[in-house]
């Protein structure tokens, strides 16, 4: 430990002081806090409900995106709604193993972030909800003919 503050260049009174009392500057440097990893298991595992990964990974924008492509993607097809799940899956895990090597910035998950992907996630489930009740009722009397004038 110093004996002469390093930037006032003052003796100091003791030897493993924190800070110069002559000049206020700290001398014993905080050690750079520890970023936590990302498991890319737990990245993966939470991406079976679509986007919930990439919320996990700390970045709200892109769960939401794959959420509503997933459930458009079942909407409209299957096929695109598995292909955009599947994808999803891999890119959390990905984005797990690419953080905890550095490749890319880490970013830390935000319990708000959770809260808003749960609400836009009922939401999204309610809208297509209405919309499948509305497909199978237009089906149903589309099948059916009522409604339908029929001359006696």
Not at 27 to 43: D, F, H, L, N, V
């Amino acid at each position: 430990m110093p004996k002469f503050c390093p930037t006032c260049g003052k003796p100091l009174q003791f030897g493993n002081a924190e800070i110069c009392p002559n000049c206020g500057d700290r001398i014993q440097r905080q050690p750079a806090p520890i970023k936590g990893e990302k498991s890319p298991w737990i990245a993966a595992l939470l991406s079976f409900l679509p986007g919930l990964g990439q919320v996990y990974n700390g970045d709200l924008k892109r769960g939401t995106f794959f959420l509503l492509a997933t459930l458009v993607g079942f909407l409209l097809f299957i096929i695109p709604g598995i292909i955009f799940w599947g994808y999803q899956i891999y890119d959390a895990h990905s984005s797990a193993k690419k953080m905890n090597a550095g490749k890319i910035p880490y970013k830390e998950e935000k319990i708000t972030d959770f809260i808003i992907y749960v609400a836009i996630l009922f939401i999204a489930i309610l809208i297509f909800v209405f919309i499948y009740i509305f497909e199978a009722a237009m089906f149903s009397y589309i099948i059916t003919g009522a409604g339908l004038y029929h001359p006696g």
